[in-house]
């Protein structure tokens, strides 16, 4: 007899493992289908983020930060000498790292008492009392019913047509995360958030970096000010950044891999490299769910197509995180899968999509939250503006971390904070105040009018929304 359970969730990343844990906690008889296997051949909850992603680039990015910092410690009055590179060790850091945050999602089931189904779910149908779905691929196929179902299968690696990904010379994220040795040339395709994010860990270890993008703009999502000091930065590092190219044929050899393609003048050009990134985006992984067994329509891109909460057009059905629109991140996913629970109790849960911070952990970092200047004067909402720099910050001087500023962006009539955009290596972290006062529908008043801590990385943000009234004190 098929087991059956109040509530399950396809998949186990994010936005799936979070979504079980709370159903969980809200007593339901909950089951999470995942059956990813790790580089080892383990099972492993977590997905992508956890296991190839989120969580193993941030260790590399750190580690390769600190290599780079060793070497640039003379305005410290530190000499260092003989500075050297252990790969294996960096790797094997980075892998542990993961393995503690896999477990530590496996512990969690047990002590939520979520039931973890090894394989890959499908739906095989529906009917007045829930879905029906078969769970295969690890071990022994099984049948389950679930009353309620959350669809949290994630995403997979956009390919690049003609281009197949070995893991040796092309690479996806998963190979780039992987090399066992500092490629001496390395090769990117695709100038978006993991591009620059993997290149900037190999750059600093070594790399001669060569990053190939198709559009003309640098980083377009961006606020202009910010993609204008991103460029300046980055570059400035060595990071080579081609921008409006047209990629043509890709050929991998023995010697490593050549990219023919045109550059923004038309012209042809070669991109000769030991190795080859290609991160030009994620298509959800929606293929092979059983869709049509149950009648659930997806969207042209293959996205499936909910409502502001999740909900789908079938009864009790939801779906959240990379499968559905709006951005591919995690913490959009994890809030996603608590909505989704609490709707199935009962509850009365919002997200305001408006204020879901985007980062990217380069160095520095950006982040922003909300709209940049040129989006909103888009849609016809006169702003005013503060910008303010951390190059006359005590606390980023004292860390030596003087790079970036912060970027308030309020409505000129109203004050309300419609946006706030920061470069700085902490960008990350102090990003969240402005989260924060967005989400209470602050205006740049009330940031300007809180005592902030001296000295800290936040008063610049203080600073910042000061100068949208033109009274920032310190510059």
Not at 5 to 10: E, L, N, S
Not at 35 to 51: P, S, V
Not at 207 to 227: K, M, Q, R, Y
Not at 335 to 364: F, R, S
């Amino acid at each position: 007899m098929a087991q059956a359970f109040d509530v399950v969730v396809i998949g186990a990343g994010p936005g799936g493992y979070i979504a079980a844990i709370r159903a969980a906690q809200l007593g339901f008889r909950t089951a999470a289908i995942e059956g990813w296997r790790n580089a080892k051949g383990e099972l492993a909850l977590g997905g992508t983020c956890l296991n190839v992603g989120c969580i193993p680039s941030k260790a590399l990015l750190a580690s390769s930060e600190e290599y780079e910092k060793a070497q640039h410690l003379d305005a410290h009055g530190i000499s260092v000498s003989g500075v050297k590179i252990d790969i294996a060790k960096m790797q094997s850091r980075k892998d542990a790292i993961v393995a503690k945050m896999t477990r530590g999602v496996e512990y969690l089931f047990k002590k939520n008492k979520v039931a973890w189904l090894q394989g890959f779910g499908r739906f095989t149908g529906r009917s007045a009392d829930g879905y029906t779905l078969e769970v295969a691929g690890v071990g022994e196929a099984q049948s389950i019913s679930a009353k309620h179902v959350i669809v949290a299968t994630g995403s997979s690696v956009r390919p690049l047509p003609g281009v197949t990904i070995d893991n040796e010379a092309i690479c996806d994220n998963v190979g780039a995360l992987a090399f066992p040795a500092v490629p001496k040339r390395l090769g990117v395709i695709g100038a978006g958030v993991i591009g620059l994010e993997l290149g900037s860990v190999w750059r600093r270890l070594g790399s001669e970096v060569t990053i190939l993008e198709a559009l003309p703009n640098f980083l377009g999502a961006c606020d202009d000010a910010v993609s204008k000091e991103a460029w300046k930065q980055f570059t400035k590092q060595g990071l080579d950044i081609k921008l409006g190219v047209k990629i043509g044929k890709v050929s991998a050899k023995k010697s490593g891999v050549t990219v023919e393609y045109t550059d923004d003048k038309g012209a042809a050009q070669k991109l000769e490299c030991d190795k080859l990134v290609v991160s030009i985006g994620r298509v959800p992984n929606t293929e092979g769910l059983g869709c049509d067994a149950i009648g659930l329509a997806l969207d042209p891109r293959g996205f499936i197509e909910v409502d502001e909460h999740c909900r789908t057009a079938l009864p009790n059905l939801y779906a959240i995180g990379d499968v559905v629109r709006g951005p591919m991140l995690a913490h959009k996913a994890e809030d996603e899968g608590v909505m989704a629970a609490e709707l199935i109790a009962g509850q009365k849960p919002h997200i305001d999509y408006a204020c879901i911070p985007w980062v990217i952990y380069t160095n520095p970092e950006i982040a922003w939250v909300g709209m940049s200047e040129q989006q909103a004067k888009a849609k016809g909402v006169v702003v005013k503006t503060g910008q303010f720099p951390f190059s006359v910050n005590g606390r980023a001087l004292g860390l030596d971390e003087p790079v970036g500023f912060v970027k308030v962006v309020a409505d000129a009539a109203t004050d309300r904070v419609l946006g706030v955009h920061i470069v700085h290596a902490r960008a990350s972290d102090i990003i969240q105040e402005a989260v924060t006062t967005m989400e209470f529908a602050g205006a740049s008043e009330d940031i300007a009018r809180i005592v902030h801590g001296h000295p800290t990385l936040s008063e610049v943000v203080k600073e910042a929304a000061l100068a949208v009234d033109k009274r920032s004190l310190n510059m």
